[in-house]
């Protein structure tokens, strides 16, 4: 298994699904860089300093390290990172960039399929059929993104081997 085909196929569910990523990620990032900061209540909170400067709360009693939730804040941290990551790999698909799509044409093995709608269906060399969605926003279609494919009529798709969930409908070919 080559570690390049699996790095692609993971990018390439944002990159495939890039409109609802752009959505996601762009409201999610928000609370979880909230989150992954900690805000006032992380290490006792502001409310705790005044409250121990006005004298009414002992200064002995101050939280010792609290392991859980600094885990939690990197973690989730982390998946902030990961989010903004996608967020940016949605956009570019979006705008046409082909994220994944040129390595996938140039590694991908062929194999003919039929598109019907948003949907493709093609048989892998192992005798697995997959339909899969190659939607109207980011458009499984390489190298011409803009290529017209008509419903129903047979197509070129080359797959990643070790990852057939990531293709690409060749639109320079067509089967003959």
Known sequence: ?????????????????????????GFSILGLFAISAGGASAKGGSLRAVREREGLLP????????????????????????????????????????????????????????????WVTFTTADGTEYTLESNFF??????????WLPSGAPVVVRYLPSHPQAFVIDSSQTPG
């Open 138 to 147: 980011t458009p499984a279609v390489y190298p011409d993104r803009d290529a």
């Open 1 to 25: 298994m080559n570690p390049m085909d699996t790095l692609m196929w993971l990018l390439n569910f944002p990159a495939s699904h890039g409109y609802a990523m752009v959505f996601i990620a």
């Open 59 to 118: 200064s002995e009693t101050r939280p010792r390290g609290n392991v859980g939730a600094t885990i939690a804040r990197v973690f989730f941290r982390i998946l902030a990172f990961v989010m903004l990551g996608s967020l940016v790999i949605g956009i570019l698909s979006l705008t046409g960039v082909p994220v994944t799509r040129a390595y996938i044409y140039d590694n991908g093995r062929p194999t003919t399929g039929t598109l019907d709608g948003d």
